[in-house]
């Protein structure tokens, strides 16, 4: 992703140790991160617990609707290592751009993809039956494995708090519905992976139920 | 280069929704219209929108190799520009001002479809930014999480300096910096603060000579104690510590089985956060029954649940020293150390070790493992803590 070396940019870095924080939910925002070296947790208090959101890695960006305006935080960032970060402020977002075009359309190329999977994950969220967003779920892991051959059967490597994550649903009701159809015989369940027969058949399914929604 | 005039006539498509391709257009003569279902408001309203001359399109799902979301369809004779994603790349660096002006658009978009999706997951726009840091705030203090916490209330005082508050969070700041943050009790800071984090880097390399079921490593083993003068209780311990008890623990952690996770309606974290608050209130009988039941958790699906898993192991090994299960305490604190050896937890797990053995009158145990913690790098209070215990112990010796 972006790898900035230049000495320019020396001015720009700024170190955190491992379980430092580096910035809050809710703390109005100005900044935006490219990570540099080492691993960022993005952590969101959701009913009372700490969830982690994502784990990020080297070259990932965070912080990033903070180009556009000031805006609270929608969730924490915490170095899980020892962690070296590129930090630039809002303001310095055009200069910082004029002299690396570069990292200009890789920033492009982030918003690109993290505008689809916002927009995948409320398709699924928009359907009315949980069964068909468990569905859909799995459709959409499927889709973004390009190594899946979708004619036949294939491996999800995912779990059941994965699944329910997605599905904005709890986890037990999403239990209930793997557990239904691993019965049917249309997935096998494991703890690791979810194992489908025919992910076409889901797709069918979720795809004429959306088209008549609308 | 590989830029491509194209021409087509009145009503061509020139891609179609769930097409994957990496070509970008640019419209240079005729009419082009996109057709998108707007999920981004919930409606799925079918949306057209007109694009104009020199303008691009198909731009995000060729950066983001995704499927196109929308149909591009001309309207009169049109011809467009088709580029590569390498041409695309060189021209726009050429016009950054271009560039900029998507990044703008991106993340306008990026914006609403967020605020969507946090509607229909009922996390509300009512919230209010100024009151929700506040309770971000009072959560990781009453989590005695201090660095979080007083990062959260600087902010708030920052930002909202004279707000309802603001007092409060003056009050609490102070209370972090005096160290005087929740209900105290424990032993050790909690084991999630930065210090203690970073005093295990090295701690691996420090236990590649000091695996703790091979006793011909420990150093001065007292003659005495070969002999039949052991305790049963220091057998039993030993037992626990050997190889062959060791893997059967291990036994009960495989991960592998295709069974079903038993019904565990809670994330291992709201566990794990739980049990801490029973342990900081005594609580040591529940707070086990919850870290026994993390460490039944089959599947772990990130780095954080992995470490609350690890984590849970100490914890446990902890409440059971509290509870005087001397035996159930060296078990759990011993497998933390097989299965974890890189662990931030190993140098408290072998103090609390020394603990045990000091509880249980096996002081020469008590006294090897205090030393070497005291000896391991980096320095922290575990080292001091360790050296007052191994200070107390010879004086005792001393004496008698």
């Known amino acids: 992703m972006i790898q900035l070396e230049s000495p320019v940019f020396d001015k720009f870095t700024v170190e955190f140790a491992p379980n430092e924080l580096i910035f809050c939910e809710f703390e109005p925002g100005n900044e935006f991160y490219i990570i540099q070296s080492g691993r960022i947790r993005i952590v969101k208090i959701v009913n009372n617990t700490e969830k982690t959101l994502d784990v990020l890695k080297p070259g990932d960006v965070f912080g990033e609707m903070a180009i556009l305006e000031e805006e609270p935080r929608s969730a924490s960032a915490i170095a899980v290592d020892h962690s070296k970060l590129l930090k630039f402020h809002r303001d310095n977002f055009d200069a910082l751009i004029q002299g690396n075009p570069q990292m200009a359309y890789k920033l492009l190329v982030i918003f690109s993809k993290r505008i689809y999977d916002a927009k995948r994950r409320l398709m699924i969220l928009l359907l009315e039956e949980p069964q068909l967003k468990v569905m859909d779920v799995l459709n959409m892991l499927a889709e973004d494995d390009p190594h899946i051959d979708m004619q036949g059967p294939i491996i999800l490597r995912c779990n059941i708090q994965e699944v329910a994550n997605w599905a904005g649903m709890q986890i037990s009701d999403v239990q209930k519905i793997l557990t239904h159809f691993n019965q049917l015989g249309k997935i096998e369940l494991f703890n690791d992976r979810i194992h489908v027969k025919n992910i076409r058949d889901f797709q069918r399914v979720v795809n004429s139920r959306r088209k008549s929604s609308v | ?400």
């Open chain 2, 1 to 400: 280069m590989a830029i491509q005039t194209r021409s087509y006539k009145s009503g061509s498509i020139v891609y179609m929704e769930g097409d994957k391709s990496e070509n970008i257009y640019i419209l240079k003569g005729g009419r082009v219209i996109l057709t998108t279902k707007k999920v981004e408001d919930k409606t799925w309203v079918e949306v057209k929108e007109n694009v104009k001359p020199g303008e691009f399109f198909g731009v995000k799902s060729a950066l983001g190799r995704y499927p196109r979301d929308e149909t591009a369809q001309t309207v009169g004779d049109t011809t467009v520009l088709s580029l590569s994603l390498a041409d695309f790349e060189r021209m726009i660096l050429q016009n950054i001002n271009v560039v900029k002006k998507m990044l703008r658009v991106f993340s306008n978009q990026l914006r609403r479809i967020g605020k969507t999706v946090r509607e229909v997951l009922g996390e509300g726009e009512s919230i209010n930014p100024e009151v929700e840091l506040f309770k971000l705030a009072e959560y990781y203090f009453k989590m005695e999480r201090p660095q979080m916490a007083g990062h959260a209330y600087k902010k708030y005082l920052e930002f909202y300096p004279d707000s309802k508050y603001s007092s409060v969070a003056q009050e609490r700041l102070q209370r972090i910096k005096s160290g005087a943050m929740g209900g105290g009790g424990n032993d050790f800071s909690p084991s999630f603060e930065p210090e203690t984090a970073r005093s295990a880097v090295s701690a691996s390399d420090d236990l590649t000579d000091f695996s703790i079921d091979d006793d011909t490593a420990m150093p001065a083993q007292p003659a005495a104690e070969q002999g039949g003068s052991r305790s049963p209780l220091a057998n039993e311990m030993d037992d626990f510590l050997s190889e062959s008890k060791s893997d059967d623990l291990l036994d009960d952690f495989t991960f592998d089985e295709p069974a079903l996770p038993s019904s565990a309606p809670q994330d291992i974290n709201e566990i794990f956060y739980e049990a801490m608050r029973l342990f900081s209130e005594g609580q040591y009988n529940e707070a086990s029954t919850l870290y026994e039941k993390i460490m039944n958790f089959k599947s772990l699906q990130n780095e954080t649940e992995r470490k609350t898993f690890e984590k849970a192991h100490f914890e446990l090994g902890r409440c059971q020293y509290k509870l005087g299960k001397y035996k159930e305490a060296l078990g759990t604190l011993s497998s933390l150390i097989k299965k974890f050896p890189s662990s931030d937890m190993i140098k408290s797990s072998l103090l609390y070790i020394g603990m045990v053995f000091e509880d249980t009158k096996n002081i020469d145990k008590a006294m090897t493992y205090y030393s070497k913690v005291a000896a391991m790098d980096p320095k922290d209070q575990h080292n001091r803590d360790a050296q007052n215990r191994l200070n107390k112990l010879q004086n005792n010796q001393g004496k008698r």
